[in-house]
C-alpha cells in the first residue's frame, strides 16, 4: 500500500513533536523535583534550596551533590583534632574550638540567616555559662555538672528530678536581657542520625514518658497498615496497645491491660522505626528531633556561641571549657562508685554499628533521602558525614538483603485472667 509524501511527513511531524513534549516534560519535572523536595513542601525546611538525589544503591559511592541555600559546593569537612590528640591540651582544644567556630562563621555568612533562632538558654550565674539544650544530645549529663552548685545531692543524682523541666520553671536560670560581657555561651551537638535513633529508643521503644503516649498512638495510627478487613476500634486498640507497652516498660506483672491477641497494634505495641521516621518527615516536631541548627541557631547575629562541644569527644570537651571559664570546681568525675552520676539512656556502646544499621535497614530509600535533606544544616555546620553513614546502611541492605529487624519490647502473649 502507497503512502503519500504528504502523509508520510505529517507522521514524521507527529513523531518528532512527541519527543520534544516528552523531553521538555522530563526536564521541568526534574528541575520541579529539584526545587520543591518532599521534605520543603512538608514545611521541614527554610529558605530556598534544593537538591538532587540520586545515590548508588550498593551504596558504593554518592552521585549526587546537595546543592545547598548558597548554590555553591562546599567541602562537607575539613581536617580536625582528635580527641586523643587534644585530651590533654587544653591548648589544642582552644584551637580545635576555634576552627569550628570559624567553619560555622564561614558558612552562616552564605544565607544562613534563617538558622539564627535560639529557643530555649539554661544560664547558669554561678558559672557565668549559657547553655542551649539540644536535647539526646549529652543534656542530661551537662545539667549534671552544674546541679550541684543549686541543688542538693538528692535531686542530682535523680535523673527524673534534674531535668530540663526543674531548670525551666526556676527565673534564676533565666537569661539575664542584658548579659554581663563575662558570660560565654556553649552548646552540645551530635550526629543527627545517630541522635535520632536515641530519641526513638528512649522516647518510643521504651515508653517510659506517658507524655509520649499520644504521639506514640498516633504514628502506628497513621503509619502502620493494617493487613486483613475486621470490624475494630482502630484508635481504641491502638490505645491499649500503648498502654501495654507503657506498662511492659515499668516491668508491671499484675496490673496489665487486658488485651485481644488479635490486636493488630501488638508487634510491636508501639511504633516501629519506620513509622516513626514517616512521621517526622511528614512534620511531626519534638525537642528531642528537631535538627541542633534550628533549636539553638549559631548563626544568630549577635548571641553567637563561644563553644561548640560534641557528644563524641563530650569528656574532653566540657572538662577544657569548664578549665577555660575558671569552672572546673562544676566538673564531674565519674568513679565506679558514682557511675550513676552518668547518664546514658540507651545501652549499648555509642559506636555499635551493627545496632544502627539494624534500625536503619527498616527505612525506604525515600525516607533516609527526606533525612539526609533534614539535617542537612546541621551534618554541615557541625560537619558531620551523614551522606556517608546513610551510604554505609546503604551498602548494609545490599549486602544483608534478608535482614529482619527484631523488636525487642514486644508483645509477650501473657495470659488474662
Known amino acids: 500500500m502507497k503512502v503519500s509524501l504528504h502523509k508520510a511527513l505529517y507522521y514524521l511531524g507527529l513523531i518528532v513533536l512527541s519527543g520534544v513534549v516528552l523531553i521538555v516534560c522530563n526536564a521541568f519535572f526534574r528541575s520541579a523535583y529539584f526545587k520543591v523536595t518532599p521534605c520543603k513542601s512538608l514545611g521541614i525546611i527554610s529558605g530556598d534550596t534544593g537538591a538532587t538525589k540520586q545515590i548508588n544503591l550498593d551504596g558504593e559511592q554518592i552521585s549526587r551533590s546537595t546543592i545547598y541555600r548558597d548554590n555553591i559546593r562546599h567541602p562537607l569537612k575539613e581536617k580536625e583534632l582528635a580527641a586523643k590528640d587534644y585530651c590533654n591540651s587544653?591548648?589544642?582544644f582552644?584551637?580545635?574550638?576555634?576552627r569550628?567556630?570559624?567553619?560555622?562563621d564561614r558558612h552562616c555568612k552564605n544565607n544562613y540567616l534563617s538558622l539564627s533562632v535560639i529557643k530555649e538558654v539554661f544560664y547558669f550565674r554561678e558559672s557565668s555559662l549559657g547553655y542551649c539544650p539540644v536535647y539526646k544530645a549529652a543534656s542530661s549529663n551537662v545539667l549534671a555538672h552544674f546541679c550541684r552548685d543549686y541543688f542538693p545531692d538528692r535531686i542530682c543524682r535523680n535523673k527524673s528530678r534534674n531535668g530540663a523541666t526543674l531548670y525551666r520553671r526556676l527565673m534564676i536560670f533565666k537569661e539575664p536581657a542584658t548579659p554581663t560581657g563575662e558570660e560565654k555561651r556553649f552548646v552540645v551537638v551530635r550526629d543527627p542520625l545517630r541522635r535520632l535513633l536515641s530519641a526513638y529508643r528512649d522516647k518510643f521503644e521504651q515508653l517510659k514518658t506517658t507524655s509520649f503516649k499520644t504521639p506514640a498512638r498516633d504514628m502506628m495510627l497513621h503509619h502502620r497498615p493494617i493487613m486483613w478487613t475486621i470490624h475494630f476500634d482502630r484508635e481504641k486498640s491502638a490505645q491499649q496497645a500503648v498502654d501495654y507497652a507503657v506498662e511492659m516498660s515499668e516491668n508491671n506483672t499484675q496490673n496489665f491491660t487486658p488485651l485481644a491477641e488479635d490486636n493488630p497494634y501488638l508487634k510491636p505495641p508501639y511504633p516501629t522505626f519506620k513509622e516513626f521516621v514517616a512521621e517526622v518527615v511528614a512534620g511531626w516536631r519534638n525537642n528531642h528531633v528537631v535538627p541542633a541548627s534550628q533549636y539553638c541557631g549559631p548563626c544568630h547575629l549577635t548571641k553567637r556561641f563561644d563553644f561548640i562541644l560534641k557528644v563524641e569527644t563530650f569528656d574532653c570537651d566540657i572538662g577544657h571549657m569548664l578549665n577555660i571559664t575558671g569552672n572546673l570546681k562544676s566538673a564531674v568525675v565519674y568513679s565506679p562508685e558514682a557511675v550513676?552520676?552518668?547518664w546514658a539512656t540507651n545501652t549499648g556502646p555509642p559506636g555499635n554499628m551493627s545496632l544502627l544499621y539494624?534500625?536503619?535497614s527498616t527505612l525506604t530509600s525515600d525516607q533516609l533521602d527526606m533525612l539526609l535533606e533534614y539535617y542537612q544544616d546541621d551534618c554541615l555546620l557541625y560537619q558531620y558525614l551523614c551522606h556517608e553513614l546513610i551510604n554505609k546502611i546503604r551498602r548494609f541492605n545490599s549486602l544483608n538483603p534478608n535482614h529482619h529487624h527484631e523488636?525487642?519490647?514486644t508483645w509477650s502473649g501473657r495470659a488474662v485472667s
Open 100 to 104: 569550628r567556630l570559624a567553619w560555622i
Open 90 to 92: 587544653t591548648e589544642l
Open 358 to 360: 539494624s534500625y536503619y
Open 340 to 342: 550513676e552520676e552518668r
Open 407 to 409: 523488636y525487642k519490647n
Open 94 to 98: 582552644v584551637k580545635e574550638n576555634e
